[in-house]
Every structure is written in C-alpha cells, then in structure tokens.
C-alpha cells in the first residue's frame, strides 16, 4: 500500500503515496498461538508503515485478541513467529520489553480511575516524575500538557475523569498511552474497541484525535466492528476469521457487503439472504386478527402510536432519539406505563405497566440497555439465561442444577456463545457480543409468540451481529412476530419485511416489501423532516 498519512481532520488521502524507506513501525511475520493443542492464531503475516491507520476486523473468536496479547508480551506464540518494531526485534513474553520498544495499548476498560485527576490518571501507571526524591508536579504538568497537545485534546488536568465525556476519557487514554517519560518515544497504538461505548457524536471526535496522532507518526492498529467508520479513516483493512488472516486491502478498495462476506463466510451470508427473501415471499394473512394490536399509544414523546403485527413478520421502528422510538418498545411490553391507549395481544388487553402480563402472553423484551435494564452483569450466564422462568428445573421445591445446565449449554450451541463452557461465568466477564446471545437466547428459550428487541446489535461485533440476525430470522419463520427497534438503517433493511417510520411521536409512513431498503428508509424518513431534525440525523450518521 502506498498513501500519505492522515494529516489532521477530514478523510485519509487515498491517493498520495506513503514515503517509501526506513523500517516497518510493526511487522509480524508467521504468528502462531496454540492453546492446549488447539490453534487460535496461525500464521499471521502483516507489515504497517510509520504514521498508517490500520483497522483490523474480526468476529469474537477470530484471534485479534490473542494478537494483541502477544505484541503486548502477554502472551508467547508459537516456534517460528518474529516480531519488529521500528526495526527492532521484539522479544515475547515480556510487556516491559514490549512497551520499551514502543508499543502501546488503549483497552475496552481504559482503566481510568473516575474519582482522580486527569493529572492523576496520567501518570498512574508510569509513575510521576521526581525531583530531589519529591514528587515533581510542575514537570508532571509540562510532560501531561505536551501529550494532550500532541493528539490535540483541550481539557482541565486538575478536573477529575468524571467530568468528562466518553471520547474526551477515551482520548485521555490514548493521551496517556502515548507519554514517552523519558523513554522511547511511542511507534505503535493498539486501540481494541474504542468507540464501542461512545455516543455516535462522539465518534467522530475520536477519530480526529487519532488522525492527528497517525499525522505525527504513530502507526495504529484499529480494532473495531463499525464498518462504517473505516472508508474515511482508514489506510488499509485486514480481515481475521478462525484464526486465519482472510487478506488485506486499501480501505478504499472493499465495501461493507464485501468485508461482511469475508468476515462471516460466503455461505452464511448466502443463508441470511436467502431468509430474508423467504420471510418476503411468505403471505400474511391480513383477514386475521392480528397477534399484536396497539392503538394510540401515548407516553412522553409518543403521541399516537399505533400498528399491527402478525405471526411471523419482523416489523422494524426506525426514527431519531427524541422520536419516540427509544420508549415504544418499553411501553408496549409495560415496563413502562403508558399514559393511554390499548396494547393487545392475541385479543386481550394488556394492562399498562405490568411486564408480568406481557410475559405470561408470550411475549419477550430485550431493552438497549443490557448491562443496566436486560442482564444482570454479577449473575452467572446460565443464571440470566433461566431468569424468566425456572420452573422447568424445579422439583420438589429444590432447584434441579443439571437439567439446567444442560438446556443451557444447549443454547450456547446453538447461538456459538464463547466461552463455549462459561455457563456458570458472570455475565461482566463476556464480550458485548456474547452478553447479547446470552440475553436473547433468556427470551427465545421461552418460544415467545412476539418478541420486542430495542437496537438488538448495537455494541456488537459483526460475527454476533450475523448471529442474532439469523436467530431473529430463525423465530419469524416458526411463527414469532418480532418488532426491531433500531436506528441502524442498514440492520432493518438486512432483516424487515415491513419498516415503521416514527417521527413526532406517530407513525409517519410505513415501508413494506420492495421498499425496504436502505435508500428507501432514508428517503421516507428525509421526505417530511423539519431541518432541525435533518440536521441532528445527519450529525449521527456522519459520526
């Protein structure tokens, strides 16, 4: 690859060449790790250039952690593997020599102390400078400023981490990662997920701030599962699968639909398609009544919300936060009570703001909020997956643990849930993407007649994106009618048969068929906007 660097805001320049010469900022060449006479990483080659963004994609389980573990010193690989890094060779097994040598690493958990200093927080790990065998504050606050004014973040050292938003901790992080103290200064930023928690405004604010630290240099390893962040940002894409680097490519070069088919298998995506085209074929029969009923549903943004939905399809609700939509799904399972209107299913009224009675109708709700409003994070998975109904498992007043774990492990088959044997596991110690499987495998375990999933994939990577799309599709062909509320326009044209526009508290318009496309849902939601609104839209997707 040959490209310019980043320099500053705006899109990587995908034409300009990279200056040629002088060593690789990383080269990796045939990395191997085996577990247990299993083989998670083999033969990984790769080469990044001072100052080159590269993001690396892959679903759980691919080998990116196992990777970063050992160009970190974590991890040991296998006979045969060699390492540089600005030219030198990296020994393994040794996170000092690693970080000596240059490499630095920003985490999921930025491992930020929330009630201390930005000054504070700095230096944790490094250990404040010294002078006469006293801490040196005065320098401690020249070297802080210098590695905020390097990735161009403006914020009050003495304010406590609290204080600030998710991409200014997130830069923080980074800020840190990247102070020399004396040593070496940093050729290489491993980033695993940054923007995975931020707000979608916020994104945009991250990546600047990498931008300007690729433009001094840094090369950067990106791990991520937005595809849509890469075209404008990145240098070049590489694609993990089963342990096995699938290949390489500018990132200007591969579309999303090409790195999801190289992310999940040509075949698997073959299948998505191909329930999506079932489930359109598939006739509803409208002389029926319908299993779900709502009509002039109010609460707090919702002014009229009504529809109908009937065995089988999967309804999608897309409109802006502030629309309605976030609360539309809560009001019409009642862990939310609605101010007015009827909610029925299959020809009963459900009483306002009692979720028990949604329940008993059959009906699931997995919130957008999993680790506060769906799962219950200190609980095993097995635990959170049997919540909503143990009595399958009771016998004679005790609770019978081996059937127990015996569907549950099923279900951990079923939906490729990793670790395969972390049933008895807190649901904290999983991935976003597992966390969800684990939650949506509580409701479907119930066999639901509708079932209510609020951004299903948001926070996921795309290999348990795929998953929870195929279980989604998997419920609709038994004959589950399911309702997606989300605000990714791509996810309810992949999966939707039938897309509600929310706009001002109703529905708006209604996409169904061949409409439903990603152009289409843009173009309705587009069609009658006010321009404030527009704008806020814009905002989010640009982000």
Known sequence: MNRDLPRGKGTVDAQAPLAAGGPFALEVRHLSKSFAGKTVLRDFTLSLRPGEIHVLLGANGSGKSTLIKALAGYHEPDAGAWVSVGGMELPFGSPSTSYRLGCRFVHQDLG????????????????????????????????ARAALDRIGLDIDLTSVVSSFGPAEQTALAIARALLAHGGPPPSLLVLDEPTASLPGHEVQTLLD?????????????????HLDEI?????????????????????????????????????????????????????VDNHTEPILSVRGVRFRQLVDLTLD?????????????????????????????????TVRAHG??????????????????????????????????????????????????LLRSKPELSEVAKWFTNLGIRPADGESAPLSTFSGGNQQKVLLAKWLRQEPQVLLLDEPTQGVDVGAKVEVHRQVQHAAQAGTAVVVSSTDVEELAAICTKVLIIRNGRVVDELVGPRVTVPEINRSFHAEAPMDELVVNNAQVDS
């Open 112 to 143: 930020l102390i929330q009630s201390m200093s930005a000054l504070d927080n700095i230096f944790l790990t490094s250990g404040f400078p010294t002078k006469g065998g006293a801490v040196d504050r005065r320098e401690a606050r020249r070297q």
């Open 209 to 225: 701030t990498l931008r300007t630290t690729a433009a001094a240099g840094v090369a950067i390893v990106y791990v991520t599962h």
């Open 231 to 283: 075209p404008a940002f990145a240098h070049r894409v590489s694609v993990l699968r089963e342990g096995r680097l699938i290949d390489t490519w500018d990132a200007d070069a591969v579309d999303r639909q090409e790195l999801v088919t190289h992310l999940i298998g040509s075949e698997l995506v073959a299948e998505l398609v191909g329930a999506k085209e079932a489930q359109a074929q598939r006739r």
């Open 309 to 341: 939905v009937w065995p089988g399809e999967i309804v999608g609700m897309y409109g802006l936060t502030g629309s309605g939509r976030e609360d539309a799904l809560a009001v019409i399972f009642g862990s939310k009570s609605r101010d007015g209107g």
């Open 348 to 397: 009963h009224d459900l009483p306002p703001g009692r979720p028990i009675e949604s329940i008993r109708k059959a009906i699931g709700y997995l919130p957008a909020d999993r680790k506060v409003l769906s799962g219950i994070m200190d609980m095993s998975a097995r635990q959170n997956m049997t919540l909503v109904n143990v009595r399958p498992f009771w016998r004679w007043g």
